[in-house]
């Protein structure tokens, strides 16, 4: 099974859980952090959630500076995340997610947010971001975790419209990380 492979595509109810918190961080929370950067590259994504590899707990990997092979990198594992702050203001971004290959949606999302976490090491983090793919894929990857797709953040209507692109892209063999599949 390529790394690839090993990611869970929509409808899988494991993308609709709740994820528990992560109490300590052991051999195979860091186990963990690596298969899913490892799956993230993969599938030249900027970010993947735990949920996404079939793990129903609070972790997140982020790295919005990396493009393609010769691209630096630039990972960021946040443990337990949580926004603390967002501001009123939105922004549309148009999105795509690793669990809907094929897609892009154009969600509405705060402009800013400050995000705390911890990182492998236990330390408690800070992350501020705006106007940015930072801001909008923290806000994307913690949703992840509280069962939040990108799709449910539109309205009803254009959820039908998203869900039936992304069957005929599924149908015509889009794999995660595509998002311009005809
Ligand atoms: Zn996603």
Do not use: W
Request: hydrophobic share 40%.
């Amino acid at each position: 099974m390529s790394a690839i492979d090993e990611i869970v595509l929509s409808p899988d109810p494991r993308l609709k859980e709740q994820c528990a918190r992560i109490e300590e961080i052991d051999g195979s929370v860091r186990r963990l952090a690596k298969r899913m950067l490892r799956d993230m590259y993969a599938a030249e994504g900027c970010g993947l959630a735990a949920p996404q590899v079939g793990e129903l707990v609070q972790m997140v990997v982020i790295d919005v500076d990396y493009a393609g092979e010769d691209g630096h990198k630039n990972p960021y594992v946040l443990i337990n995340p949580e926004i603390v702050e967002a501001s009123e203001e939105t922004r549309p971004f148009n999105e795509g997610c690793l669990s809907f290959p094929g897609i892009l949606v154009e969600i509405e999302r705060p402009r800013r947010v400050v995000v705390q976490a911890e990182n492998l090491d236990g330390d408690l983090m800070q992350y501020e971001a705006a106007d940015n793919l930072l801001a909008v894929c923290l806000q994307h990857e913690i949703d992840h975790l509280s069962g939040t797709t990108m799709v449910d953040h539109l309205s009803p209507m254009k959820r039908v419209e998203a869900l039936a692109s992304y069957q005929d892209a599924l149908e015509s063999g889009a794999r995660p990380g595509e998002t311009d599949h005809d």
